[in-house]
């Protein structure tokens, strides 16, 4: 990676991996966060419980761990 090249984080799904350039001139904060998080294991057996096709996918809640809590899905978080 050269000096001027963006982070990168890797999602392994069971549908292959996912690649994500992290951005922390523009948002150093959430790059921060995200990595201290992904680093510390949280995100570890998270599900995407959003999918909008061609759009976005949202994931990382820790409640989509557990399917009895579905109805939940997309309101947990790190508590911060």
């Not at 820790?62 to 579905?70: A, C, F, G, I, V």
Request: charged residues 20%.
């Amino acid at each position: 990676m050269s000096e001027n090249a963006n982070p990168n984080a890797t999602i392994q799904t069971t549908k292959g991996e996912i690649t994500l350039e992290l951005w922390p001139d523009v948002a150093p904060g959430t790059v921060e966060n995200f990595t201290n998080l992904a680093n510390d294991g949280f995100y570890d057996g998270t599900c995407f419980h959003r999918i909008m096709a061609g759009f976005m996918i949202q994931g990382g809640d820790p409640q989509t761990k557990d399917e009895s809590l579905e109805n939940l899905w997309g309101t947990g978080g790190p508590g911060h």
